[in-house]
């Protein structure tokens, strides 16, 4: 599927992101698991991850990177608040409307999107939507998981993968021309290999690894070409790709594919983890945060996830003011 772009446009205005205050060494897994710092390590291209208490749900990460992406954004003012999440914290209701009432906003617009990894793209395509339709003038919306509660206690080959955290962004109505302007979305999804990675009603995470390493590879290359394309660009113009961190080794092999080196890949994949939905937008803020993503980058985000399901959009990055007020969370920080 893909949207053209509208008037309005969806322009990113505000950004932000926490993650749980416990780092968890590989060496602290190899005391639980048949597995060694060197196997995932080599393999995954972690070397620890974040792990929230298990007091602390979803709606916790997800308000607390919303906070420091309002505050980014210089207002408080949203219409809508989309949260991509594969964790939420019940079956029903959905989560969003809780992460809203935390916020202060008991009368928006609030919904859950399900898309696993690539939940982010899928939620900011929904939002650009929100404002193109002209049914929202601002969106906050929000990446959060605590995948690490889906992997059984005693698998090695999921649990040193997933972690935990949260990141946001604050979209609003602007002009197709200005820095922060979402380009073209393209999202995809194919339901025959959702075998691949899922977890069965009240059972854990069972993941077929090798081969949704190839699918992976394959979708994040087709869909960031053709979200460069409808950009107008060339691979060769893009200043940045932040890729869903899923695996290092899968982000190197994109990287090849398309001729983009390492210095244009976003990658913290090596001490965080893969956080599900909330991998771009901390990627996103740890980048801007560090100076890796500069006013004016071409900028192309592209996931992928359970589903299968796939995703890339660009934007040419915005000049974001930092929170001017720091966020203290004694359960949270800033990644
Ligand atoms: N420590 C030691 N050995 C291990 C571990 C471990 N933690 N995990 C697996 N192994 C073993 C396997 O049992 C296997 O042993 P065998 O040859 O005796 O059978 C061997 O290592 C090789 O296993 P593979 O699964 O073939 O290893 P591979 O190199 O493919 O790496 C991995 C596995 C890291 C899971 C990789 O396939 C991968 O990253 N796949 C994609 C992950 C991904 O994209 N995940 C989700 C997408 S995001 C989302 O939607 C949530």
């Not at 008991?106 to 939940?119: E, L, S």
């Not at 395509?125 to 002209?134: D, E, K, M, V």
């Not at 590879?217 to 890729?243: F, K, N, Y």
């Not at 890796?292 to 192309?300: A, D, G, I, K, S």
Request: charged residues 20%; glycine residues 8%; aromatic residues 2%.
């Amino acid at each position: 599927m893909t949207s053209a772009r509208t008037a309005p446009a969806a322009v990113l205005c505000g950004l932000g992101a926490v993650l749980p205050p416990r780092a968890v060494a590989n060496e602290a897994l190899c005391a639980e698991l048949d597995t060694t710092d060197q196997w995932i390590r080599t393999r995954t291209g972690i070397r620890e991850r974040r792990i929230a208490d298990p007091s602390v749900s979803t709606a916790d990460l997800a308000a607390a990177a919303a906070a420091t992406a309002l505050e980014s954004s210089g207002s408080r003012d949203v219409h809508a608040v989309v949260l991509a999440t594969t964790t939420p914290d019940h079956l029903m209701p959905a989560t969003a409307p809780a992460v809203a009432a935390r916020l202060g906003l008991t009368d928006t617009a609030a919904f859950d999107v399900a898309a696993v990894c690539t939940g982010f793209v899928y939620a900011l395509a929904t939002a650009a939507g929100l404002i193109h339709a002209g049914t929202a003038r601002r969106v906050l919306v929000v990446g959060a998981d605590r995948m690490s509660r889906l992997p059984a206690a005693d698998d090695r080959t999921t649990r040193p993968l997933f972690a935990d955290g949260a990141g946001a962004v604050v979209l609003r109505s602007g002009d197709t021309n200005e820095p922060g302007a979402l380009g073209p979305v393209v999202l995809g999804s194919d339901g025959t290999r959702r075998d691949l990675l899922v977890v069965p009603h009240g059972g854990h995470m069972h993941m077929q690894g090798p081969d949704l390493f190839r699918h992976a590879v394959d979708r994040m290359c087709s869909v960031t070409r053709q979200a460069v394309q409808l950009a107008g660009w060339r691979l060769e113009d893009v200043d940045r790709i932040v890729p869903h961190q899923a695996n290092a080794r899968i982000t190197a092999a994109v990287g090849r594919h398309l001729a983009i080196g390492a210095d244009r890949l976003v990658q913290h994949i090596e001490t965080v983890g893969n956080t599900g939905a909330a991998s771009i937008p901390l990627a996103l803020a740890q980048a801007s945060a560090d100076g890796t993503l500069l006013h004016r980058h071409r900028v192309c985000l592209t996931a992928f996830g359970a589903g299968l399901t796939w995703g890339a959009t660009s934007v040419i990055w915005p000049d974001l003011k930092p929170a001017a007020h720091p966020h203290h969370d004694t359960a949270m920080e800033r990644p």
